[in-house]
């Protein structure tokens, strides 16, 4: 039995939002990863469900895709238009987070929320410059992804929710990559990369590079991503933005790999989110692999 | 501390429990008899603790009882009827599928809702479907061997 003394479903997003407002509260919706990791209970005395706020969808307007808080990875990996943009990477990354029983329970928005360094979904988020709306008692802010992660399991966001995640259509074509390297099937990323490329005429022009499980957030290259604008979308650009990509990594080590480990093999997940996104993956390279 | 009241049906019944807010959904199935559902790592890892609930297969360590208010759920006990088992269920037993047997019935249950999407798998799909269940003694080889031959049972038919 969990040392939860009060349940609260609200059934609108006012009342929701008043019930947050409170000390010893948090947000519930999935619970996978709130009610078996003690560091989100501490503190933590109730809980508000969101699921019966009608936040579980995921719609298409006005050059936007919006993804409520309560749609569950499950029907994130199953999204037509989200498993097609930018090759979707997206879907790939909703797609292998858990088990298949996790999956039809556990939120995107929850894995946002949970602000692990080690998930699958945020890079992709990050790599599609997505957004949160967050919701309290002040009103709505939007904040990007690639600025709401402070370090492990800590976010910017205060006494809020996620209402919805944003992600922009893009005006040109891009493509994109995802690479994980886990343990097994099921278990969370040791390594992840997540890459989007526009490409013109066979030059980069604009890239995003989000690492995974290599630093206390979901780590954007930045250096690595400059280095590979204005360059040929080609094997020897990124076998030299790897190098750039390993001094630019802060991995710890862990029971699932050493930080040496995690070093090296962000290159290699780098190399091939990159290859993937530029068309270059050679068989077996196409999909992540556990 | 404040009990609530959820109303659900459970194997076709409708029942009103009382539960605890930090009850899990696991442990409300056990304090109202529904034993054949095993705890077994409950941190969500190993699907042992499978049920289903409105048509999607769930771990019910990781869900609190009182989110499946209003839901429908099925537990290993409700798939057997009128003493004949299903037929997932005579597929595992045939194959051999259970060694101590403390897995099977979170195997089973995901079994069960994969199977009504997929009813007629590939080996490589039964492998990712089941890749979240964890068996500590007779490994997954009898396993896929069962879901495939229960889902030529359905196919043929009672």
Known sequence: ?290 | MPEIEITLKVNGRTVTWRVQPGETLLEALHHHHLKGTKLICGTGDCCGCGVILNGNSINSCCMLAAQADSGDLLTIEGLAQEGKLHPIQEAFAEEGAAQCGYCTPGFIIRTYAFLQEHPHPTEAEVQAALAGNICRCTGYVKPVAAVLRAAEMMQSGP
Not at chain 1, 73 to 101: D, E, F, K, W
């Open chain 1, 1 to 290: 039995m969990l040392k939860i003394t009060a349940y609260y479903s609200p059934t609108t997003l006012t009342e929701a939002v008043a019930l947050l407002a409170e000390e010893g509260r948090t947000v519930i919706a999935g619970g996978t990863d709130l009610l078996v990791n003690p560091r989100y209970m501490v503190g933590v005395r109730e809980v508000v469900d969101i699921r019966k706020l009608g936040l579980d969808y995921i719609s298409v307007e006005d050059g936007w895709i919006r993804i409520g808080a309560g749609a569950t990875m499950r029907t994130v990996a199953r999204h037509p238009l989200i498993q097609t943009l930018a090759n979707g990477i997206l879907a790939r990354g909703a797609a292998v987070c858990g088990s298949p029983n996790i999956r039809n329970m556990a939120t995107l928005a929850g894995n946002v929320a949970s602000a692990l360094p080690s998930a699958d979904t945020p890079p992709a988020l990050i790599a599609l410059n997505a957004q949160a709306v967050l919701v309290g008692t002040q009103g709505e802010r939007i904040v990007p992804l690639d600025s709401f992660f402070v370090g492990p399991a800590k976010s910017v966001r205060e006494r809020e929710l996620i209402r919805e995640l944003r992600i922009p259509l893009p005006n040109d074509k891009i493509s994109g990559g995802f690479y994980k390297i886990g343990r097994t099937a099921e278990d969370i990323s040791m390594v992840n990369a997540t890459a989007t490329l526009n490409i013109q005429d066979g030059v980069i022009t604009d890239v995003r590079l989000v690492m995974g499980a290599v630093a206390p957030i979901p780590l954007r290259t930045v250096e690595a991503e400059q280095a590979l604008i204005g360059q040929p979308a080609a094997e020897e650009t990124f076998q030299r933005v790897a190098e750039i990509v390993r001094q630019e990594v802060r991995p710890i080590s862990d029971h699932r790999a050493s930080a040496d480990y995690r070093r090296r093999m962000s290159g290699v997940a780098a190399i091939r989110a990159l290859r993937q996104a530029a068309g270059l993956a050679p068989h077996g390279e196409e999909w992540h692999h556990a």
